[in-house]
């Protein structure tokens, strides 16, 4: 059990304020380490984009009943940013490499570290060999790390490894922001939350809705143009479903 102290500040107007220290855990310790050492040694820098979730709506509401049936949990939206991000890695391979000494270490497989909420704050496991999985098996894992999440049973271990990771600070309603990198990855894509946004769609002003993303990556091994070409095959994917449907 934690040790917690209080004590009494004291304030500028009278009267006296409580402070409450609480020691921070193993996992926190840990993740500001990792945190504070990517500020130090990345040359990080985020690229953004805007992406129409129209269409890839309307095809989840059109499966959702056969899929749930079919394999026991719900069609959601991170696993196609999973398998559109597979595709857009596939394409600028370096995005998903990263810098060991004077050599840049290239993976032929993606490990996508998910950001995910724990009553310790949020967490990065791993769903690896995610190349290889179809939307059913990444939302089954998605959903056993969120259900691993809420008892507590997310390990130092889930977390190792990874080779990119996606954050989605739209569940909270976050409307654009810079995540940080996953040390030793070399890229971090952020959701956003998706809001109706006025959109010139042929020759008319519509109401869709619109989601910004971020792409955070190491300057030091990826350029600008491999970034600013992933995040437009996110776009491509999610904007045209068919695209990650049929490996395009």
């Known amino acids: 059990m934690q040790s917690v102290t209080s004590k ?10 409580l402070e409450t220290r609480v020691p921070m855990n193993r996992m926190r310790q840990t993740i500001s380490k990792r945190l504070k050492e990517s500020q130090n040694t990345n040359a990080s820098l985020t690229t953004f984009n805007e ?55 290239y993976r032929d497989f993606v490990d996508i570290s998910t950001a995910v909420s724990t009553p310790t704050g949020l967490v990065v496991p791993v769903i690896r060999n995610c190349q290889d999985m179809g939307f059913h098996d990444l939302e089954k894992n998605l959903a056993d790390l969120a259900k691993r999440a809420r008892e507590g049973k997310i390990t130092i271990e889930d977390m190792a490894g990874g080779t990119f990771t996606i954050t989605n600070g739209g569940v909270f309603g976050s409307m654009m922001g810079t995540p940080i990198i996953n040390m030793p990855q070399s890229a971090i894509l952020g959701m956003h939350a998706t809001k109706l946004r006025p959109t010139v769609v042929g020759s008319q002003i519509l109401a869709r809705p619109i989601m910004y993303v971020a792409l955070t990556y190491d300057h030091r091994i990826i350029d600008g143009r491999e970034a600013v070409l992933f995040l437009r095959k996110i776009k491509e994917c999610i904007e045209e479903p068919k695209t990650i449907l049929f490996d395009l």
């Open 51 to 105: 992406i129409d979730l129209s269409n890839i709506m309307d095809a989840r509401k059109s499966v959702q009943d056969a899929f749930t049936k079919k394999h026991g949990v719900k069609l959601g939206f991170m696993s196609a940013f999973m398998k559109a991000s597979v595709q857009a890695l596939k394409e600028q391979p370096v995005v998903n490499a990263v810098i060991d000494g004077n050599e840049m270490v």
């Open 8 to 17: 009494k500040a004291p304030s500028a107007i009278g009267g006296a304020r």
